[in-house]
């Protein structure tokens, strides 16, 4: 993995909304440990945000009462934590041994082609951003995309094309 | 060839996520029978239908809940594993996603029997659309009373929480997943303890894979010798297995154990795509060492066979190769997931598999002598083994059968040696 | 009494101590098991896998010794080739991302790589591919200095602050090779025990800001001593050295481990109380204002003690027992007042529940052991009727203000025998019939009692240039009955029976007399 301890601060506090707050409060009462909810909570965060800013980790560690070296730590390890602002489309290609064998590098290629997009950034108007990833599970239906959450199977490049036509 | 239903019976069934499709099609049919038992009469029917874990690691389920200690004044948790990660391996997807409430009611089966009353099912955070279903399905089961403080009218409490992943593949190793729920990285634990003397919250847990409790349902209904008349004696019932890669027909299949693996690539999978030619299998998911063709033709699909062949059955993932291939980079590809999945916490894996890594992209450049290719070989055997977890020895099992049984391949990619490297050797200086 | 058991190590059987790891079991008798993560204080993470040894006929036959007990009859293989081999190869994967900046590195001459590199790795490196980058120089805070390169993730100072401080401010972040320490932005280490991270850290990622660049480790010199910073008396390493043509000055404190007192740490204050032995010292002795040799001044005090109606002597609660009954001595022999008033000493709610305790005297203990006066009653009924006063080492100014003590030796002849100036306050400084520049605790040997009644030896290696006087010597040159460091020490054995069985002081245990065990030590 790449570097993931660079936080963004966004220079205003963070809180969670009415509707995460109660999630948060819903969720905690599953646990015998509070720190349980450390990963739910920055899961919140994410649908909340879209991503997990400096601010965010500071307010998880201490609503849920411990230390925010920990929450940087869960932060940091799993990767499907965005801690940078992503595209309105956040767009996940599967990297790993079946979507490759069946070509997840022409579409990546068409991105970078056509886009001007590669792993790891997002386009100027903010609108696509790409990410390599591994194995997505979906090797039966390779290679697969995986965008805001939404799985597209049995990709190639002009299906690839058709798709992000019908993105806004 | 034909495929069994014993997992995929409502596969097919239009809706069968719902708990009224999913009553219909005989779900929850078991727990007048299951309350009836005692708990040890479920669990000795568990040993004796012969089920093994379906995670990867093949071991029997019935045994693994007879190690929980007796008389502990401690709750008992299930974790069940719905993390799967593992490269080639798409199959319990399809029973959180088509028949959520056969996962269900093997929780109940599983928590009765080791005597539980909270389960945690741990899914990968990608599987987002099968988290969802997942979760409708347990609001609708407590709404029905299958779960919750009585379920089934009987006096015995269910909870079940989903805990979702963020995002690492070590999290599918059982004390990492523990870890992961209690709020930490996902870094595997060092054994001894045992997760069920000591497992979530130094608690007895037992951590079971999501198609070994999707199996639960048939064997309590039917019995463990209905249950043994799939399969082989060492390996008993059926399998989902997926077959990606090079073939025509990629996709899961619900198979007893023990049929030829060339057999099945061919009858149900269609075949090596486009008219080409077999170059490989892997067995069971990345980790599990590759066939060369001639190897496949021999091995059929269960533990032993493939433990014949020094490969394991893993999680019955199959990946065929066409010829088109290029072994150096598929072993690239491979180093890469299990560097990128390394958790860091021990020496050999964190240091090691990132090293691996950029040997192989020397060589794939051009850049790189024997030497080097030698390294990244001796590497195979200083990291496995002399690791907490056996992360490592999952990138370099098969990576070190890569080396050996397409050598020639990688031979190809090096710099030619130096025309007199005896003019280099200080034996040679007077 | 321990239980011993039977084990085999490398054929050879030896008797170790029940109950303990591998690693300590056979460490106590003499039998290295090389490991950077597990630290007795920190419990076995196993991270590592520098201690994998063999079992024969165990199962696994390959073991993390930090996490297996010591058994019975166990055979422990650790000159193995199998064995030799998996130490080798986890040291080149330690070192494959390792800067290797020995000749700008703190940890040179006391680092586990650079050891262990000597015993179990020695051979040319293999690595050809560009190393991970990580980041140089961060400052942690708290006076720690991160080097990211040099780090070897054995968590010791994660854990520390989580187990041990409860702060945790620092934690390992990412993953795989690019894991490292860090702490959250705007929460850099914040505790009052820190540093103990820097002596932790196995190799050089953790530095201390206030030692970085100023000695090589193998120039120090080492004295054991106590910690005088408050009553806890924590055992430490003075580290000290003395360049041709400077003096000899102390480079760092760091703590030693006693499991009854301190374990294996020590506070951050009472690591920088080297500075004050180092600066801001008396030089000189005066008598009426003009530098004199101190046995002019010691002749002068003492026909002014036998003039005198009354003399009153205060000594310090962080003087030594030896410097404490050789003035007690003096005392009895001339009919003068002795006090051990130090009300200021006490700093109210300063300290904790691990090691910081409110008492700042290192010695209160033993000043009671020895029936020395110390309410303020009797030191200002005292001060009132003595026309003498001799201050032996006790900063006065902690407990009253210069007023008080200008008011209190307005028409008293006062010398002032001291470490550092301004015990008496400024305003005093000038009146002080004589002064004597006294050696510090880092110079002198001795015995202190701490808040627990656990008297402890302490050795004096620092040599100044300047010739000081010990307070046993002043003592004695004013006539006391103890006429040397043998004599007091001799003194000390007849007043606390439970120290007289030792010959001594040297002679004391390492890890302290428990005299409140002792029904002759109360």
Redesign the interface.
């Known amino acids: 993995?790449s570097d993931r301890s660079k936080l963004i601060a966004t220079g205003k506090p963070f809180k969670f909304d009415k509707k995460y707050d109660t999630e948060f409060e819903r969720l905690v009462k599953?646990?015998?440990?509070r720190?349980?909810?450390?990963?739910?909570a920055?899961?919140l965060v994410q649908e909340q945000e879209g991503w997990v800013c400096e601010e965010a980790i500071g307010y998880v560690a201490d609503r849920?009462g411990?230390f925010a070296s920990?929450v940087y730590?869960?932060a940091t390890?799993?990767?499907?934590?965005n801690l940078h602002p992503v595209g309105k489309y956040h767009i996940?290609v599967c990297?790993?041994?079946?979507c490759?064998?069946?070509g997840k590098q022409e579409i990546v290629n068409y991105f970078r082609d056509e886009l001007n997009l590669t792993p790891g950034k997002t386009t100027e108007d903010k609108k696509f951003s790409l990410e390599e990833?591994?194995?997505?599970?979906?090797?039966?239906?390779?290679p697969v995309l995986?965008i805001n959450?939404?799985?597209y199977e049995n990709m190639d490049v002009d299906k690839v094309k058709k798709l992000l036509a019908t993105f806004k | 060839m034909q495929e069994a239903k014993i997992l995929s019976a409502k596969f097919a069934i239009k809706n069968s996520n719902k708990l009224t499709v999913a009553k219909k099609n005989g779900a929850y049919q078991t727990l007048d029978k299951l309350f009836s038992s005692k708990q040890g009469e479920v669990i000795e029917v568990v040993k004796n239908s012969g089920l093994r874990g379906r995670g990867g690691a093949g071991f029997p389920t019935g045994m693994k809940w007879s190690f929980l200690p007796k008389g502990l004044d401690k709750p008992v948790y299930l974790a069940v594993n719905a993390d799967?990660?593992?490269?080639?391996?798409?199959k319990d997807?399809y029973i959180l996603a088509l028949d959520p409430h056969l996962l269900i009611e093997g929780i109940i089966i599983a928590c009765y029997a080791i005597n539980s009353h909270d389960a945690y099912i741990y899914i990968?955070?990608?599987?987002?659309?099968q988290r969802i279903v997942l979760q409708e399905a347990i609001d609708e089961a407590y709404k029905a009373g299958l779960l919750g403080k009585k379920v089934g009218k009987q006096n015995y409490r269910i909870?079940i929480?989903i805990?979702?992943?963020?995002?690492?593949?070590?999290c599918g190793e059982e004390t990492a997943l523990l870890e992961?729920?209690?709020?930490?990285?996902?870094q595997p634990r060092?054994k001894p303890p045992f997760p069920a003397v000591e497992g979530l919250?130094a608690c007895p847990t037992i951590i079971n894979n999501v198609q070994s409790i999707a199996s639960l349902p048939w064997i309590i209904q039917n019995g463990a010798m209905a249950y043994k008349r799939y399969g082989i004696e060492s390996a008993t019932g059926t399998h989902l297995f997926?077959?990606?890669?090079?073939v025509e027909k990629?996709?899961?299949y619900e198979l007893p154990f023990g049929l030829p693996l060339l057999d099945v690539i061919n009858e149900m999978a269609g075949g090596v795509w486009k008219g080409r030619k077999l170059k490989g299998v892997?067995p069971g998911g990345?980790s599990c060492p590759i066939l060369t063709p001639e190897e496949a033709a021999t091995a059929t699909l269960d533990y032993a066979s493939m433990a014949e062949h020094k490969t394991m059955f893993g999680s019955g993932?199959i990946?065929v190769?066409d010829e088109t291939?290029s072994m150096p980079e598929?072993t690239l590809?491979?180093i890469?997931?299990y560097?990128?999945?390394?958790?860091?916490?021990?020496?050999?894996c964190?240091?090691?598999?990132?090293?691996m890594e950029?040997?192989l992209?020397?060589i794939l450049g051009g850049d790189a002598e024997t030497k080097?290719l030698n390294?990244v070989r001796e590497l195979c055997d200083?990291?496995e083994?002399?690791?907490?977890c056996v992360l490592a020895a999952a990138c370099t099992m098969p990576v070190r059968a890569l080396l050996d049984k397409y050598r020639d391949e990688f031979e190809a990619l090096l710099k030619p040696e130096p025309a007199s490297a005896t003019t280099e050797a200080p034996a040679e200086q007077e | 009494m321990t239980e011993m058991i039977k084990l085999f190590v490398n054929g050879e059987e030896v008797e170790v101590e029940s109950g303990k790891n591998l690693i300590d079991a056979l460490e106590k008798v003499g039998i290295e098991i090389p490991h950077f993560c597990y630290h007795p204080a920190l419990g076995a993470d196993?991270?590592?896998?520098?201690c994998?040894v063999g079992i024969e006929e165990g199962r696994p036959p390959?073991v993390?010794a930090c996490?297996t007990p010591a058994k019975e009859g166990m055979k422990v293989l650790l000159d193995a080739d199998h064995i030799k081999?998996?130490q080798h190869?986890?040291m080149?994967?330690?070192f494959?991302?390792h800067p290797t900046d020995c000749p700008i590195c703190d940890q040179a001459g006391e680092c586990k790589l650079q050891d262990y590199y000597m015993k179990y790795e020695g051979t040319e490196s293999?690595?050809?591919?560009?190393q991970?980058k990580k980041r140089k120089v961060q400052d942690f805070g708290g006076g720690v200095i991160h080097d990211q390169e040099r780090c070897?993730?054995c968590g010791r100072c994660v854990r520390f602050l989580r187990q041990i401080t409860k702060t945790g401010e620092l934690g390992?972040v990412?993953?795989?090779?690019?894991?490292r320490v860090e702490f959250f932005p705007g929460r850099p280490i914040n505790n009052r025990y820190g540093l103990n991270v820097v002596d932790l850290c196995p190799v050089g990622a953790l530095t201390s800001a206030d030692f970085r660049f100023k000695q090589r480790a193998w120039f120090l010199k080492r004295a054991e001593s106590i910690c005088h910073g408050c009553s806890k008396g924590c055992n430490i390493m003075v580290d000290h050295n003395k360049e041709k043509y400077e003096d000899d000055i102390i480079y760092r404190i760091r703590p030693r481990h006693n499991e009854q007192v301190n374990g294996w740490f020590m506070c951050d204050a009472g690591r920088m109380t080297y500075k004050s032995e180092n600066d801001n010292r008396l030089e000189e002795c005066t008598l009426a204002g003009t530098v004199r040799p101190l046995t002019d001044i010691l002749a002068d005090a003492q026909s002014r003690i036998e003039k005198a109606s009354k003399a009153l002597f205060l000594v310090s609660p962080s003087a030594s027992l030896e410097q404490l009954v050789a003035v007690q001595a003096l005392a009895e022999k001339t009919g003068a007042a002795v006090s051990a008033f130090s009300d200021g000493y006490i700093v109210k709610d300063d300290g904790d529940d691990f090691l910081i305790k409110d008492d700042k005297a290192a010695n209160r203990t033993g000043v009671d052991l020895l029936s020395i006066a110390k309410s303020r009653t009797h030191f200002d009924n005292m001060a009132k009727e003595a026309d003498v006063f001799i201050n032996f080492d006790n900063d006065l100014s902690r407990s009253l203000s210069e007023e008080q003590i200008g008011k209190l030796f307005k028409d008293t002849w006062v010398l002032n025998a001291a470490t550092h100036p301004g015990h008496l306050g400024t305003a005093m400084a000038g009146k002080a019939g004589a002064s004597v520049a006294l050696r510090s605790w880092s110079e002198y040997h001795g015995v202190v009692v701490n808040c627990d009644g656990i008297a402890q030896k302490f050795v004096g290696g620092v040599m100044k240039n300047i010739e000081r006087p010990d307070i046993v010597e002043i003592a004695a040159g004013l006539g006391s009955p103890a006429t040397g460091a043998a004599a007091a020490w001799a003194l000390v054995q007849k007043k606390i029976p439970a120290l007289a069985e030792f010959g001594s002081f040297l002679e004391l245990p390492a890890e302290g007399v428990n005299l409140t065990d002792n029904e002759a030590g109360k």
């Open positions: 993995m599953r646990y015998p440990s720190e349980s909810m450390i990963l739910p920055l899961w849920i411990t920990k730590e869960v390890f799993y990767t499907m934590m996940c990297r790993t041994l079946s490759w064998l069946r990833v591994e194995c997505l599970g979906h090797c039966g239906s390779a995986q959450g939404e799985f | 799967e990660s593992e490269p080639g391996t798409f997807r990968r955070g990608e599987y987002t659309t909870d929480t805990h979702r992943g963020g995002g690492a593949y070590i992961s729920i209690e709020g930490k990285k996902g060092s919250y997926g077959i990606s890669g090079h990629p996709g899961v892997i990345s993932g990946v190769l291939v598929l590809n491979l890469q997931f560097h990128h999945e390394s958790c860091g916490q021990c020496t050999p964190r240091e090691g598999l990132g090293w950029k040997i992209k020397k080097d390294l200083n990291i083994g002399k690791t907490v | 196993g991270n590592c896998r520098m994998l390959v993390p996490k081999k998996i190869d986890v080149e994967l330690e494959i991302n293999r690595m050809r591919v560009p991970v070897v993730a390992l990412n993953r795989g090779d690019d894991c």
